[in-house]
C-alpha cells in the first residue's frame, strides 16, 4: 500500500522489545527536523523505552563515542561522550556536567506486541516524508 498522507505520522518500528536491555545499548534511528535529517536513539530504563534526539543540550554532538553506548557504566544515566553531561534516562533531564538543568529533546515511544516504535510528531518527523 503507497504510503498516502494519513500515514504521514504513522508509528515508526525501531527495533523488537528484547533488544532494548534496561541500562544497555540503545538503538539509533534518524528523524528529520526543519528539513535536516538528525540521529535520534531509543533506550530501556526502569522497563520503560524512552527516545530522544541523539544531541548533547552542551554542544550538538551526538552523546554515544561508541555506538548504541548512551548510558554510564552504572547504567544509570545518559552521559555524553564529549565531556560528560549527564541525564536521567526517564526524562532527559542533564543532572550532571556542562548543561546542567537543560534537557535532550524527547521523543514519543510506544511500545506494544513485542516491538518497540516511534511516533512521530512535529517538528521530529520520519526522514522520508
Ligand atoms: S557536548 Fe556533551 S557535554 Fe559537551
Known sequence: MPDGMGDFFAPRRLCDTAALADGGAGVRFAVSLNGREVGAFVVRYDG??????????????EL??????F????????????HG???APD?????????????LAKLRIEEREGAV???PEAPFLPPDA
Do not use: I
Open 91 to 103: 526524562t532527559g533531564l542533564c543532572v550532571g556536567g556542562p548543561c546542567r538543568g537543560a534537557a
Open 117 to 119: 516504535y516511534w511516533l
Open 85 to 87: 553531561a549527564t541525564y
Open 48 to 61: 520503560v523505552a524512552h527516545g530522544y534526539l541523539n544531541q548533547c543540550a552542551h554542544v550538538p554532538m
Open 71 to 82: 548510558f554510564d557504566s552504572a547504567g544509570l544515566y545518559l552521559m555524553c561522550a564529549t
Open 64 to 69: 554515544d563515542w561508541q555506538e548504541g553506548q
